[in-house]
């Protein structure tokens, strides 16, 4: 994996094997960040990263200068992972913490401009992330919510709904937090 565009354009990731993750690929993630550049100025905004991984998306924003990001990850060795990296990268911003994504949600007061999420596609439960996020007023005032997803799901009724962007076998469901709170 690579880090797109920012202080660490190019630099190359490489993540130890045996990790259980599925990163998003850099297509997806290219596309995906050109849509968020256009509509946020990501050197001001604040990000949650759930079902973090190898912080692909985190590293991504901490190089384009992202206030704070918080990673969550279920697993200790993506977290540890995450804050090796962080580290030896310099990356300041970033804080790593084993949770249950679930858990976090249910139980954070932090509001975020941007919260995205990368379950594992066959995750039992997906459909409540939104859900969730939504009840919990976790968004700022035109927040967004980014929930990367399988064809199999169509998060078009839910609300705060936005759009369905598609990548290859990438899908991203994004939900808006309204301008007014």
Known sequence: MRIISGTHK???IHAPSGLPVRPTTDLAKEALFNILVNNFDLESVFVLD?????????????????????SIDL???????????????GFETIL?????????????????????????YELEGIEGIPRLVM????????GWLVLEHSRDYDFSAFEGFDQKRKYGKVNFSIFRESEVE
């Open 10 to 12: 190019s630099r190359q």
């Open 50 to 70: 759930l079902f973090a991984g190898t912080g692909n998306i985190t590293y991504e924003f901490a190089s384009r200068g992202s206030l704070g990001i918080t």
């Open 75 to 89: 697993d200790l060795r993506c977290v540890s992972f995450i804050r090796k990296t962080a580290e030896n990268l």
């Open 96 to 120: 790593s913490f084993r949770s249950d994504a679930f858990r976090f949600l249910r139980n954070t007061e932090t509001k975020y401009d941007i919260i995205f999420c990368d379950p594992p």
């Open 135 to 142: 009840e919990r007023n976790l968004l700022k005032p035109g």
